[in-house]
């Protein structure tokens, strides 16, 4: 079982930038993979940024050259560094921890992000 908690969302002014973070406790040794995911004021939620247990990153299209996806192992943290940040960036913003196998998956309560025009 694992238990995700974000944090670091608020009301940023476009072009500006906000870092999340997402602390992580549990079976952390079980994770094979975390992401960030967003869901908009009436939208589906939708896939942003992922990182593999080996390091590995990948970006949705709309998000690449702007967010940076890490973590600090030493603290039990995800981050989520988002830069240029437009209007449509607007949404809440979820971890995901997903176990070795897919047996399980797990997501925290979400952070919203605001940004102005």
């Known amino acids: 079982q694992v238990q995700l908690v974000e944090s670091g969302g608020g009301l940023v002014q476009a072009g500006g930038s906000l870092r999340l973070s997402c602390t992580v406790s549990?079976?952390?040794?079980?994770?094979?993979?975390m992401a960030w995911y967003r869901q908009a004021p009436g939208e589906q939620r939708e896939w942003v940024a992922s990182?593999?247990?080996?390091?590995?990153?990948n970006y949705a299209n709309s998000v690449k050259g702007r967010f940076t996806i890490s973590r600090d192992n030493a603290k039990n943290t995800l981050y989520l560094h988002m830069t240029s940040l437009k209007p449509e960036d607007t949404a809440v913003y979820y971890c995901?921890?997903?176990?070795?196998?897919?047996?399980?998956?797990?997501w925290g309560q979400g952070t919203l992000v605001t940004v102005s025009s």
């Open positions: 549990g079976s952390i040794f079980s994770i094979a993979v």
């Open positions: 995901k921890a997903v176990s070795m196998g897919h047996i399980s998956e797990s």
């Open positions: 990182l593999t247990s080996s390091g590995s990153t």
